[in-house]
């Protein structure tokens, strides 16, 4: 048994692990066979949603070559670039900004149309229907292997024990209730029992996602006080590319903040649950994911929907602006729309968060604790290595780390997905960056679970439980995002057609 164990993680090692064979397909069957089907159905739907990405990602390359072929010919950006126009605009703040010419604007303009020309209205429709193909393609993946793996009447026959959380405060409802409970009734945790935990839950959900809201709005007041700074600064440097500067540092800024807060919110989701204790470990995840999802949803996106559809909106106009925490004016939007700045935000959260949180931590946080472990044990390496051998293999894994579940594997790829299909329309390069990210990604949990942890125990599923409901979610989150986006994108470029080739899209003299 042993020897078989062997050769089927060393197998692994060589057929799935390997950075070198990441053009191969899975072995589903073998990991099915060596880490159980709840496992198995996992690295089975990431497959399914790598492989689903290649046409997302080729149709995404196609529509930034077509915004790069027609940037030339792009209306508002010529007009914009044409010197001839001397467009004088408003200042962008009070007191310490001047007036200035619309031309200096010419090269973010350009640059704008490769994320914001028409065929990005294609690529929205594109996504969205992408989107339902995904999940119809999974579920059809899903029953096949249900049918090859004999699960198709598992959940019927499944028996979900209670946990030893659960039966221990039981136990001590029962000693409380000893006497006033009439003999053969059965003592359970009841909604009075747990409204304290829920009362809790609630508050302390509220304020977290405030705490997200009023961190956002932090970010704004930097965006607008620096760009006065900047303006008001001595030196040339400083005051040469202002807007580019706020915005690639303020989206920096939010990705650290993203990234602490994902910490921060994942401890205090799982406090919550245990709070609320849960009868049995299925309870237990369902609500986890949940408290997870919501909060970590929140900060990620909160950021990128204020940029979509409330920045630029709630500005005022000249000789009226509106102001916020007293003499801060609300910022305006760049003269070719929010586009670009949303494509700013998105690239650097999406890309950070891939390379960061998806792969630096896992590789580099394990790694860590194993040389830390090494620096607390007295022995060097020569003696560790000589003691390995003479320990079994139960003894050997042992020392590995421990297996924390599934959940944070799927959590990386719902926001990666929110990001992928959501606000694709300002970034058509995010399928593409996924693509590239999921190919790294299955390599690296491949070798993580054969090397790095403890092998968890095998536990049969016949699908990817809750997971499923919060795609679907996201799927009609996309769909409703997609209206606004046609909205918003139909509306600018029936202006742009408007214009015509002898009529200025400012409505100003012809070019």
Known sequence: MVIMVWISSQLLYEEWASYSVFYKYQPIGLIRKYFGEKVGLYFAWLGVYTQMLIPAAIVGVIVFLYGCATVDDNIPSMEIC???NNITMCPLCDRACSYWKLVTA??????SHLFDNPATVFFSI????????????????????????????FGEEEEDHNRAEYEFRVMQKTLKQEHSTPKGEKVKLTCTDRLPAYLTTVVMMGFMIAVTFAIV??????????????????????????????????????????IILDEIYA??????????????????EERLIFKTFILKFVNAFTPIVYLAFFRGR??????????????????????????????I???????????IQNNLFEIGIPKLKKLLRRRKSELDSKQEEELNKTLQRHERDHILGPFVGLSPEYMEMIIQFGMVTLFVASFPLAPLFALLNNIIEIRLDA??????????????????????????????????????TLAFRLTFWQNSLNAGPNRSFFGLSGT
């Open 82 to 84: 044409d010197h001839r």
């Open 106 to 111: 010419c090269g973010t303009a350009r640059a």
């Open 126 to 153: 594109f996504m969205a229907l992408w989107a339902v193909l995904f999940m119809e393609h999974w579920k059809r993946r899903q029953m096949r292997l249900n049918y090859v793996w004999d699960l198709t009447g």
């Open 217 to 258: 709005f932090g970010v704004i007041l930097y965006r607008i006080s620096i760009k006065a700074a900047l303006h008001m600064s001595n030196y040339p440097a400083a005051r040469s590319n202002i807007r580019a500067t706020v915005k690639t540092t303020a989206a920096i800024i939010n990705l650290i903040i993203i």
């Open 267 to 284: 401890a205090i989701a799982r406090w919550l649950t245990t709070l609320e204790v849960p009868k049995t470990d299925k309870s237990f």
């Open 314 to 343: 709630l500005v005022g106009r000249p000789g009226n602006y509106l102001y916020v925490v007293g003499s801060y004016r609300m910022e305006e939007c760049a003269h070719a729309g929010c586009l670009m700045e949303l494509c």
């Open 345 to 355: 935000q998105l690239c650097i959260t999406m890309l950070g968060k891939q390379l």
């Open 447 to 484: 070798k993580k679970f054969v090397m790095e942890l403890r092998r968890p125990i095998a536990a049969k599923a016949k699908d990817i439980g809750m997971w499923t409901w919060i795609y679907l979610s996201q799927t009609k989150s996309i769909h409703k995002c997609l209206l606004l």
